[in-house]
Each structure stands twice: as structure tokens, then as C-alpha cells.
């Protein structure tokens, strides 16, 4: 098979390549829609999926799906594969570094699970932080520590929480439908997992987060509820 990376494309180079392989052209137009979200599209003989992974260099304050992430397109048949980004990422090369010559990666199809596990780790490091964060946050509020901007920071924590969940939540599409045109394929059943174990990891934060505003909340309106007893008994 043949494997087609194309990076800043141009949309006359996109439309060379779709005529040489036949791609839908509303499929070649949401490849240059770069607020596009995940989705998963059989078009006779040829696949399109759109992927978001997290961007390690997004800034901070980030708080969208757009802002948070990068968006992947991908085209693949029987014979082909093609990846469309609009900057290098280091899924692609990572990918084909460790997978081009593998023989349990033989197929495009076994490639795109491949580059979809690795879209899907890239949450790792931003997840992990997440769950710091609110290690952090739940110790100081019950050591009633004094945190400047605390409900603010919690807020942030939980917008961030959520846009991931439904990130998920409209990927799992994705996983599913490759899952059910191949059930038996090792690589599908590896990227099934890997994205299972993300989904509860995420839930749990979710969760997590929820509960810590909730506890937080509480106290603080305990706290001035007898403050408001303490000057009335004054």
C-alpha cells in the first residue's frame, strides 16, 4: 500500500489527490475546516475519519475543543492511506518510525489504529495534570487553607474536564465503527482499549472535579452560615 502524508495543504493540492483516488469532495472540504469535530465516513471503497489530539502547545487559558486540540484527517482504502494535518505533528512520524515496517501493522487499516491509539495518548500528559490539580485543591480545602482565585482555578478545572469528556464522547464513533468492520483485527481490539481506558480516566476526573465544587461550596456556605450566627448572637 501506499501511504500519502500531506501537511499545510493548499486546496489544489488536496483536489489532485482526490481525483487521483477518488476522495468525496465534502470530505476534502472539511479536511480544510480546522474547527471540524471528530467523525467517521464509509464512501464505497474508501474511509474518512477526523481526529482531534491534544496540542501541547496550546496556551493555558485554552477553554474550546478548537483550542484545546489539533484536528487529523484521514483517508484510507484497501490499497492507500492518507493523512491531511495543517502542521508537522509527531503522531505522524512516530507512527511510521515504529510502525511502517512492522509486521503486525500490515494493512492501512492497521495503520490508522495505530495513529488513532497515538492521537489518543497525546491526553496523557494534560489529563495527569488535571488530576494533580485536584489532589492539590482537595487538600488545601480541607486543611481550610486560603487559595487566591480557588473557585476560579476549580472552574477552569472543570471546563477543561468536560470539553474533554464530550471530545470523547464524540469520538467514540469513531472507535466504534472501525470496530465493527474488523472485529477480529488485534490492532482495532489495542485501540479499543487504549481509548476505554481514557473514557474511565476521564469519567473519574469528571466526577472528581464535581464533587470537589460541591465539598468546597458547601463548606463555604457552612462557613458563613455561622459566621451570620456568630454576629446575630452579638
Known amino acids: 500500500y501506499k501511504w500519502i502524508d500531506i501537511s499545510g495543504p493548499s486546496l489544489e493540492e488536496l483536489t489532485e489527490v482526490a481525483e487521483k483516488y477518488h476522495l468525496h469532495p465534502t470530505a476534502v472540504k472539511d479536511c480544510l475546516e480546522p474547527e471540524h469535530l471528530p467523525k467517521f465516513e464509509q464512501m464505497d471503497e474508501a474511509s474518512f475519519i477526523i481526529f482531534r ?16 486540540t489539533r ?13 491531511i494535518h495543517r502542521s508537522e505533528t509527531d503522531i505522524i512520524s512516530q507512527t511510521a518510525e515504529k510502525y511502517i515496517n512492522n509486521p503486525y501493522a500490515k494493512t492501512p487499516f492497521d495503520i490508522v489504529c495505530k495513529l488513532l ?3 489518543i495518548q497525546t491526553y496523557e500528559s494534560p489529563l495527569t495534570k ?18 487566591p482565585d480557588l473557585l476560579k482555578n476549580l472552574y477552569e478545572i472543570k471546563r477543561k474536564a468536560y470539553i474533554t469528556k464530550r471530545l470523547f ?3 467514540k464513533n469513531i472507535v466504534d465503527q472501525m470496530e465493527s468492520s474488523n472485529r477480529k483485527n488485534a490492532q482495532v481490539q489495542d485501540l479499543k482499549d487504549t481509548f476505554t481506558k481514557y473514557e474511565i480516566l476521564i469519567d473519574e476526573i469528571h466526577d472528581s472535579i464535581h464533587s470537589l465544587l460541591n465539598i468546597y461550596i458547601s463548606l463555604s456556605s457552612q462557613k458563613t452560615n455561622e459566621l451570620m450566627r456568630y454576629r446575630d448572637w452579638e
Open 71 to 83: 484536528k487529523m484527517a484521514i483517508f484510507y482504502g484497501k490499497n492507500y492511506l492518507i493523512t
Open 117 to 119: 491509539k497515538q492521537a
Open 169 to 171: 464522547s464524540v469520538s
Open 53 to 68: 489530539f491534544y496540542d501541547k502547545h496550546c496556551d493555558k487559558s485554552s477553554d474550546t475543543i478548537q483550542k484545546l
Open 130 to 147: 488535571i488530576d494533580t490539580e485536584i489532589d492539590y485543591y482537595e487538600s488545601r480545602i480541607f486543611l481550610k487553607n486560603r487559595i
